[in-house]
């Protein structure tokens, strides 16, 4: 692994009018999916490197991990102590992309629900935008194989936080995402504690707030085929309480003129 501000894949050029990439994917009994999700990245966008944030999976997803990076310069595995969460594991990911100097940073699942084949339509948007989200609810987005309270707990969630927050994006809960590293290291990044679907909530929310431009691109999104879902109603409570909180202070704000230029909710 190379040191310093410079990438440590073996491709110089980078991805066209963004620069140089690195794909965080979080693990945690993934084993069944690395290899493949893996696979399709490389093939999708060839200039990319992969970075797996492993959470000392017990199925050894950690040691697949490691395979993969000694065989493909491009690939790169971060060991985690432990099942920390999904928030955590990105955080972790952006501050080993920013250490090692890329240029942007994108968020994906390691199930194959976010599909590596459309990546490179979220970089080709990112090259005149701040932040890219992958949108299953923006016209052209939608669903594959998603049981009925999947569909119904994402579109109210979703409608519930373009209400409580007033940010008019369709998936503010969306997964599958292109970061800039200015619009990162802008907004304190490393301080966001939340998890599941508020910690991508919170990460649209201070972008938003910030004043950075966020596009939306229409993505399918299928359910997993292999392994079990990390979804709970804790992560549905959690994001549903700190949505609310958020919502109530920016009114706080608004109504005493105050405003946090970093994007902090």
């Given at each position: 692994m190379s040191e310093g501000n410079t990438p440590v894949?073996?491709?110089t050029e980078g991805y066209p009018g963004v620069g140089q990439v690195l794909v965080v994917?979080?693990?945690?009994?993934e084993a069944d999916n690395l290899e493949v999700i893996t696979?399709?990245?490389?093939?999708?966008?060839?200039a990319a490197d992969i970075l797996v944030a492993d959470d000392n999976s017990p199925d050894g997803t950690g040691e697949i991990a490691d395979r993969l990076a000694a065989a493909d310069s491009h690939i790169h595995v971060l060991h985690r102590p432990g099942k920390a969460g999904l928030g955590a594991a990105y955080v972790q990911g952006f501050r080993w992309a920013i250490d090692?100097?890329?240029?942007?940073?994108v968020e994906m699942d390691a199930d194959g629900s976010h599909a590596p084949e459309q990546l490179p339509s979220l970089l080709d948007a990112a090259r005149s935008a701040d932040a890219v989200i992958g949108s299953r609810w923006t016209p052209g987005g939608k669903v594959v194989n998603w049981p009925?309270?999947?569909?119904?707990?994402?579109?109210?969630?979703?409608?519930?936080?373009?209400l409580a927050l007033g940010m008019p994006h369709g998936d503010a809960t969306g997964g599958y995402r292109v970061y800039k590293v200015p619009v990162l290291e802008k907004i304190d990044f490393e301080s966001v504690a939340s998890q599941g679907y508020s910690f991508q909530v919170e990460l649209t929310w201070r972008t938003h707030r910030a004043g950075f431009r966020i596009v939306e691109v229409p993505i399918t999104f299928a359910e997993r085929e292999r392994g079990a879902s990390k979804m709970s109603s804790s992560i549905v409570r959690e994001a549903l309480m700190r949505v609310t909180v958020w919502g109530l202070r920016s009114r706080r704000d608004a109504l005493f003129g105050r405003r946090d230029t970093a994007g902090k909710p």
């Open positions: 894949g073996d491709v994917v979080p693990t945690y009994n696979g399709r990245i490389r093939r999708a966008v060839p090692h100097g890329y240029d942007a940073v009925w309270h999947r569909f119904v707990i994402s579109r109210v969630g979703n409608t519930y936080v373009k």
